[in-house]
């Protein structure tokens, strides 16, 4: 893993590719997308993106843009199972940790506990993620386009749990309170 002297994603300017700026303008929830067998797997991986969208169909799909030179961009073909799990404000150092930012001593799947014995890891306090399948793999631009199905959703409504949203704007996270919330 490498851990960057700055932030790859902040806005430095004309420095900066144009894509990467007008792309760090477009705010984007934060998620964490994993693979492998189960929670305890060894060969699992996980990559934090923001690139991320929803088709809805029959059935829905989930679109996201990977690193091809990732743990987790060299771990999937079609058929692979995902998780995806949408983070929350209380999450920044799994999600830094995931996107090779900031040092996990012992690895960033030591930072919380897991769940998923028969799908890919799920923080054990998700409050939203779903289970799915790759069906397509496609290379766009320096990425890879990842078309996944979705065979299961969770997302927990209750008003006593509605966490701060974890969103990525212009190289940096922000805090969206819940709707009602501070």
Wanted: hydrophobic fraction near 40%.
């Amino acid at each position: 893993m490498t851990i960057h002297g700055e932030h790859p994603f902040a806005d430095a300017g004309g420095e900066k590719d144009p894509a990467r700026r007008l792309r760090g303008r477009l705010a984007g929830r934060v998620t964490l997308w994993t693979s492998g067998a189960t929670a305890r797997s060894p060969d699992r991986a996980g990559l934090t993106m923001s690139s991320v969208m929803v088709a809805t169909g029959d059935p829905a799909e989930l679109l996201g843009l990977v690193d091809p030179d990732s743990a987790l961009g060299e771990s999937l073909e079609v058929g692979s199972p995902l998780a995806v799990t949408v983070l929350d404000w209380s999450h920044r150092q799994l999600a830094d940790a995931f996107a090779g930012l900031t040092p996990a001593p012992g690895g960033p799947w030591r930072l919380t506990s897991w769940r998923g014995e028969d799908h890919p890891p799920v923080p054990h306090d998700a409050s939203a993620y779903a289970l799915a399948e790759v069906v397509d793999l496609q290379e766009v631009g320096w990425s890879t386009l990842v078309r996944a199905r979705l065979d299961h959703l969770s997302v927990r409504e209750d008003a006593e749990h509605d966490p701060a949203e974890l969103v990525h704007h212009r190289g940096r996270y922000r805090r969206l309170a819940p709707p009602g919330g501070s």
